[in-house]
């Protein structure tokens, strides 16, 4: 069966309704995503950011990229001791150092060595700094003339200030002052443009609605504060759905959580207090006032504090993700998020590059909205097939007018199944605003399908 569903990121044509039948499975989706409220509704807006002093020693095991021991390096510094063998310590590593990728004998080379060759110099390391704290992430040149993609957790510090000083270090050495062209909280991604730059090397974006399961990947970023990494491994899965926190920076300036502007979720709770992968009982969720929804490609490839907002490149050097948050199985002794365990997701290029378009060409990005409630942490069975309960029906929304009721089980966001509100919001919410999707789901024990014109989720 031909889909004419457009992927998220991309406008199409019109779907007619029609038997949604058995569509491909191109990577299973999360069943594990849940958000421990008990009752939700799809969210309208991402609640406020909290202080950093309200975040420090909670346990992390999945992060938003974005907490000291996330993928944005909190001010990580210098001194860094990296074990390279047991009787070999490098130390006083030095940021700055512009060594960019070293090969050092082309005909030995490796594939990955022609990748990060060819990638490297597209890819930055970003230093924020504030009165009280700092951090480094990466990014990835999008023109000559120094538009840059990253995440907006990284320039916002967590949500903490959009008035940090940005600092932006090229993989040749080259050091440029840089300001927030534009932020984009719901998908956690931000443009900055580089002061006085020419000539950059803008990255090549494939279309990531082609990746397969078991494609070769390489990262590149700053982990740990060390510019020009390249680590190498596959996509894993393809239509993970995570929940993490919004870094929205609080419009009174204060840090405190104020109304989400949400439709039936609740507020208030540590924006970090993230489900465990491995137990879900053990970990209460973030509540919808503090979540954003991703729809991710997940990459064994080693991503580590610092690697936020740097690029998962396919075979060709070609961007095809942005690397966002990494998953964990607990915290350090120290208190903080351990680092890579070979579990790390990124937001789908062409997503990202939708969104990155639209900042520049100073348009607001937009977001779908599906206008349903749901149970978010219960998995609901219809006949064979797990999928989202609806609880209830906004009234002359999106759901509404394409006919979904309370009491259908959605299973299927085009050819994503969904199991999860996570999943459900995650995939609704990749797709731009006025897109027209086919939903899958069953009343009465039958199948349907419903051609679905999303509406927009209000910005945070």
């Not at 977001?367 to 006949?383: D, F, K, P, R, Y």
Request: hydrophobic residues 35%.
């Amino acid at each position: 069966m031909s889909d004419t569903t457009p992927r998220p990121g991309e406008d199409g044509p019109e779907i007619p309704e029609t038997d949604g039948g058995h569509l491909r499975d191109e990577g299973a989706t999360a069943p594990y995503a849940a958000v421990a409220a008990p009752e939700q509704a799809e969210p309208a807006g991402d609640g406020s950011a909290f202080r950093r002093s309200e975040r420090r020693g909670i346990l992390v095991p999945v992060v938003a990229a974005a907490v000291v021991a996330a993928l944005i390096g909190g001010g990580i510094g210098a001194g860094i001791a990296l074990a390279v063998n047991p009787r070999t310590t490098v130390t006083q590593t030095s940021s700055g150092s512009g060594n960019g990728i070293v090969i050092n004998n082309p005909s030995t080379a490796t594939a990955v060595s022609a990748v990060a060759a060819k990638a490297a110099p597209s890819v930055v390391t970003i230093s924020v700094t504030a009165p009280n704290e700092s951090g480094t992430g990466s990014g990835i040149v999008l023109s000559k003339d120094g538009y840059v993609l990253t995440n907006n957790h990284v320039v916002t510090l967590d949500g903490d200030t959009s008035g940090g000083t940005i600092s932006v270090t090229t993989a040749d050495g080259h050091i440029y002052s840089a300001k927030i062209v534009g932020t984009d909280p719901l998908n956690d991604l931000a443009v900055i443009k580089l002061a006085d730059a020419t000539n950059l090397r803008p990255a090549a974006f494939a279309d990531s609605g082609d990746v397969n399961v078991g494609d070769s990947v390489v990262a590149i970023g700053a982990p740990l504060d060390l510019p020009n990494t390249v680590t190498t491994g596959i996509v894993s899965a393809l239509n993970r759905s995570i929940a993490v926190a919004s870094s929205v920076v609080p419009k009174s300036g204060s840090g405190d959580s104020g109304d989400s502007g949400g439709d039936g979720g609740q507020g208030g709770g540590s924006p970090f207090n993230f489900w465990d992968f491995g137990d879900e009982s053990q970990q209460s969720a973030p509540t919808q006032a503090n979540n954003i929804y991703l729809s991710v490609l997940q990459t064994d490839a080693a991503i580590n504090p610092g690697n936020s907002g740097g690029a998962l490149l396919d075979s060709q050097g070609d961007v095809i993700g942005v690397n966002v948050a990494i998953a964990g199985t607990g915290s350090s002794s120290s208190g903080q998020q351990s680092g890579s365990i070979g579990v790390g997701f990124a937001i789908p290029a062409t997503v990202a590059k939708r969104i990155a378009d639209d900042i520049i060409a100073g348009k607001t990005p937009s977001h779908g909205q599906l206008g349903v409630s749901s149970i978010a942490n219960q998995t609901a069975s219809a006949g064979t097939v797990a999928g989202v309960k609806v609880t209830a029906v906004t009234s002359g929304g999106p759901a509404a007018k394409a006919g979904i009721q309370k009491d259908d089980v959605i299973t299927r966001v085009g050819d994503v199944p969904v199991t999860s509100y996570t999943d459900l919001a995650g995939q609704v919410r990749a797709y731009a605003a006025g897109s027209k999707v086919r939903l899958t789901y069953y009343r009465g024990g039958q199948e349907r399908t419903a051609s679905v014109t999303l509406g927009a989720t209000p910005a945070p």
